[in-house]
């Protein structure tokens, strides 16, 4: 949530209400990064790994999305929203 309006952390945290919060959440799991670099990077990536899987050689195992993302962190330091939400208090 970092950045979002124009904000700090902190900022967020005294005015983002939980339901608020609760929308940002969906919205990135349904949309990805709000991130423009990334979300560009990911674009990239998703038709690096399309002409890559097309064009490679029989009994070799099929390329990943990630394998194309080398600023990707999806999984780097991931916590629970529950975790994330004991921070904020």
């Not at 952390?9 to 339901?19: C, F, G, K, N």
């Not at 990805?32 to 097309?54: F, I, K």
Request: glycine share 6%; with cysteine.
């Amino acid at each position: 949530m970092c950045g979002i309006g124009g904000r700090t952390i902190a900022e967020a945290q005294q005015r983002l209400s939980y339901t608020e919060f609760l929308q940002w959440v969906a919205f990135r799991r349904k949309r990805g990064s709000l991130h423009w670099g990334m979300r560009s990077e990911r674009d990239a990536a998703m038709l690096a790994t399309l002409y890559a899987n097309y064009h490679r050689k029989p009994h070799t195992p099929p390329h990943a999305i990630s394998d194309f993302m080398p600023h990707d962190r999806e999984d780097e330091g991931a916590i629970s929203l529950e975790e994330a939400m004991e921070e904020w208090h």
